[in-house]
């Protein structure tokens, strides 16, 4: 099984960008569908955005479409979120996240692997 953790969470001010890491260990990296989600305080976790492992699929929540870029590097075994024209609701907990089958839409509904979730701070 992969373990997953993640890096790159701070404080940024609103219309900023910021760019988050999740380092993956373990060979089959490269097997998972990886992604994104988030924690605001008092609220749920939720999906942000996935990507399957030959990068030919990605998903995106509304919310951060346009915004947020995912992307992965498979030789390094790394995950990334470009998270752009921040706002303050952006504020949360972000976690990664994987899963062992091939189209992302199945993250929104299961994930197999997360990590322990980087804080992300945007100030009006």
């Known amino acids: 099984q992969v373990q997953l953790v993640e890096s790159g969470g701070g404080l940024v001010q609103a219309g900023g960008s910021l760019r988050l890491s999740c380092a993956a260990s373990?060979?089959?990296?490269?097997?998972?569908?990886m992604g994104w989600f988030r924690q605001a305080p008092g609220k749920e976790r939720v999906f942000v955005a996935a990507i399957s492992w030959r990068r030919d699929m990605l998903s995106y929540a509304d919310s951060v479409k346009g915004r947020f870029t995912i992307s992965r590097d498979n030789a390094k075994n790394t995950l990334y979120l470009q998270m752009d024209s921040l706002k303050p609701e952006d504020t949360a907990v972000y976690y990664c996240?994987?899963?062992?089958?091939?189209?992302?839409?199945?993250?929104?509904?299961?994930?197999?692997?997360w990590g322990q979730g980087t804080l992300v701070t945007v100030s009006s």
């Open positions: 373990g060979r089959t990296f490269s097997s998972y569908t």
């Open positions: 996240a994987a899963g062992g089958y091939s189209d992302p839409e199945f993250m929104k509904r299961d994930v197999e692997v």
